[in-house]
Nanobody, 121 residues
Framework: QVRFVESGGGMVQPGGSLRLSCAAS????????VGWFRQAPGKEREGVSC????????YFVDSVKGRFTISRDNAKNTVYLQMTSLNPEDTAVYYC??????????????WGQGTQVTVSS
């Protein structure tokens, strides 16, 4: 069973940047699409971004397009989410998950502990 460890979160001011890491253990991610999700206080978990297994396609929710990028290093079994121009609406706990195609939040059974991102002045 694959397990995920998310890291890289923290507190930043509006306009700041962070890079999140999603490290997998128990299974290589080479053949899996990997998605990033987030859950803000009082809100449902939502998909943020996804990168396909080959890394040649990436998808983003409209609210982060142009600000976030996603990349993967299969040699390190890690996927990254580079976040720039952060705003308070990005405040959430961020999670990652993998599946044969971009994972769907309601179908993910194995979540990591997530990493907290707080954007505040």
């Amino acid at each position: 069973q694959v397990r995920f460890v998310e890291s890289g979160g923290g507190m930043v001011q509006p306009g700041g940047s962070l890079r999140l890491s999603c490290a997998a253990s128990g299974r290589t991610l080479d053949h899996y699409a990997v998605g990033w999700f987030r859950q803000a206080p009082g809100k449902e978990r939502e998909g943020v971004s996804c990168v396909t297994s080959g890394g040649n396609s990436a998808y983003f929710v409209d609210s982060v397009k142009g600000r976030f990028t996603i990349s993967r290093d299969n040699a390190k079994n890690t996927v990254y989410l580079q976040m720039t121009s952060l705003n308070p609406e990005d405040t959430a706990v961020y999670y990652c998950a993998a599946d044969w195609t971009c994972p769907i939040v309601g179908l993910v059974k194995n979540w990591g502990q997530g990493t907290q991102v707080t954007v505040s002045s």
